[in-house]
C-alpha cells in the first residue's frame, strides 16, 4: 500500500470565511474510490483526505491499495487517521462513500465508525440551492462549472476501475497518476465548492447569507409608480451570477458583493384589518368597520356586528408586497394584525387576497434591519 502526504497551500476558503458553514472544531474532507458500486462486490482501492493545518495550509493524505489484499490494511489506516476528526466533511458522502467504507469495515472485521458520527455533505446543502443557481443537476462537476472551477482531470470514478485493474497487473506510474490526479482533485476540488454553501444559504434564508451592509440600499433611476429598483451591498461574496424571478414579481440580479432588486409595488386603496371584531361595527354602505363607542351612534339599519373578514378600515397609499405572512395565529384566530406590536409596521391587504403589504415610504429604505429580514424572505420562495 502507498501512502502520500504532501501540503497544499490554499486561501480563499478561509479569507472568504466560509469554513464557518461547516460545524465542527476539526473538519476533515474525505472521498473514496471503489471497484463498483455495492460493497457487497466491490472493494475501497483509495482514499484521499484533506484538512486545515491553519488559515491557509492544509495536509493532504492518500492511502492506495496496490493490490486487492492490502483494502483490510487501507480501511484500518484510514479509521485511525480519522478519529480525532470532526465533522467528516465529503459530496454525497451521507449516501455513498461513508455507508460504504462502513459495510467493507464490517465485513472485514474492523473496527471502525465511519457512519453514525457527525458529519457534513456538501451534495445534500448544494441541493437546496438548485432552483436559484438554475443547475440542471448537483454533481460535483455541474457545481464546479458553475462556478468557474477548471479540472486537469477529465475522468469519473466508474472509467477508473478498469484503468485500476490495470494498475494492479502492471504498477504503471502513469495510470497511477491517473488515479490519484482524479482523487486529489475531487477532496480539494471540494475547498474549491465552499461558496455553493452561500448560495445554499440564500435558498434557505439564513441571516449569515442574507446581510446586507450598513449603508442602505441605492434606488436605481427609472423607478416609477409600478415597480421599486434598489441596488444593495451584501456582506457575503457571491462568485458566479445569478439571475432569480418570482412569481410574485421579484425579480433579481446577484453576483460578487452586489444585489440588484426589482420589486413591484401597489398604488391604491388597502385594507388594514383591526384586532378585536367584537369591539367593532361594520358599516357596509361605507365599506369599512368603527369602534363600537363610536358606532353606537349609528342607525342601526346601517351597521352590523364586525366579523374577522369585515373588521377593517381602508387606507390609500403606495405599497410594498411582503414576502412572508407577518401574521400570528393565536386564540383561534386566523387573522390577528399584530404588524406596530411585533413586525413594527401597519400590515394591509388587497381584498381577501393572502398576499401582506406594508406602506412604502423612502425613510424604509434606512431601515437594514428590514431589508436583511424581506431579502431572506423573498429567498425562501425560489425553491
Not at 472485521?109 to 445534500?124: C, E, K, Q, V
Not at 443547475?135 to 482531470?153: S, V, Y
Not at 409600478?226 to 446577484?254: C, D, H, M, N
Amino acid at each position: 500500500m502507498k501512502i502520500i502526504t504532501k501540503e497544499i497551500r490554499h486561501d480563499t476558503p478561509r479569507e472568504s470565511g466560509l469554513f464557518r458553514r461547516i460545524p465542527g472544531p476539526k473538519p476533515i474532507f474525505i472521498d473514496i474510490e471503489t471497484t463498483g458500486l455495492s460493497p457487497e462486490r466491490a472493494r475501497v482501492y483509495l482514499v484521499g483526505c484533506l484538512h486545515p493545518l491553519d488559515d491557509s495550509r492544509f495536509q493532504f493524505l492518500q492511502w492506495l491499495s496496490e493490490s486487492p489484499l492490502e483494502e483490510r490494511k487501507l480501511l484500518t489506516e484510514v479509521s485511525a487517521y480519522i478519529q480525532d476528526f470532526s465533522p467528516l466533511v465529503h459530496f454525497n458522502g451521507d449516501r455513498f462513500d461513508l455507508p460504504f467504507l462502513q459495510q467493507r469495515a464490517d465485513e472485514l472485521g474492523i473496527p471502525a465508525a465511519f457512519t453514525g458520527r457527525d458529519s457534513f455533505d456538501i451534495y445534500l446543502r448544494a441541493k437546496k440551492c438548485r432552483t436559484l443557481c438554475a443547475l440542471p443537476n448537483c454533481k460535483q462537476k455541474t457545481i464546479e462549472a458553475f462556478l468557474g472551477i477548471h479540472r486537469e482531470d477529465q475522468y469519473d470514478g466508474g472509467r477508473l476501475i478498469p484503468v485500476y485493474h490495470e494498475y494492479v497487473k502492471t504498477g504503471d506510474a502513469r495510470l497511477e497518476h491517473l488515479l490519484l490526479l482524479h482523487n486529489e482533485e475531487d477532496v480539494t476540488g471540494m475547498l474549491q465548492l465552499l461558496p455553493i454553501l452561500s448560495y445554499a444559504g440564500l435558498a434557505d434564508g439564513d441571516e449569515m447569507s442574507i446581510q446586507i451592509t450598513e449603508e442602505a440600499p441605492s434606488v436605481i433611476a427609472g423607478n416609477d409608480a409600478s415597480e421599486l429598483l434598489l441596488s444593495f451591498r451584501l456582506k457575503e461574496f457571491y462568485p458566479s451570477r445569478v439571475q432569480f424571478q418570482t412569481a410574485e414579481g421579484w425579480y433579481g440580479i446577484l453576483q460578487d458583493h452586489a444585489l440588484r432588486m426589482r420589486i413591484p409595488l401597489m398604488r391604491g386603496e388597502l385594507r388594514y384589518y383591526l384586532p378585536d371584531p367584537a369591539n367593532y361595527y361594520y358599516l357596509p354602505e361605507e365599506d369599512t368597520a368603527i369602534h363600537k363607542s363610536v358606532g353606537e351612534f349609528v342607525d342601526k339599519a346601517y351597521r352590523r356586528q364586525a366579523t374577522e373578514k369585515t373588521c377593517y378600515i381602508k387606507k390609500m397609499g403606495c405599497f410594498l408586497p411582503l414576502p412572508e405572512n407577518v401574521e400570528r395565529k393565536s386564540s383561534g384566530r386566523s387573522r390577528k394584525n399584530w404588524g406596530k406590536e411585533n413586525f413594527g409596521k401597519e400590515i394591509f391587504y388587497p381584498d381577501e387576497r393572502k398576499t401582506p403589504y406594508c406602506e412604502y415610504q423612502p425613510e424604509l429604505l434606512a431601515d437594514a434591519d428590514f431589508w436583511n429580514w424581506y431579502l431572506r424572505g423573498v429567498f425562501r420562495r425560489i425553491r
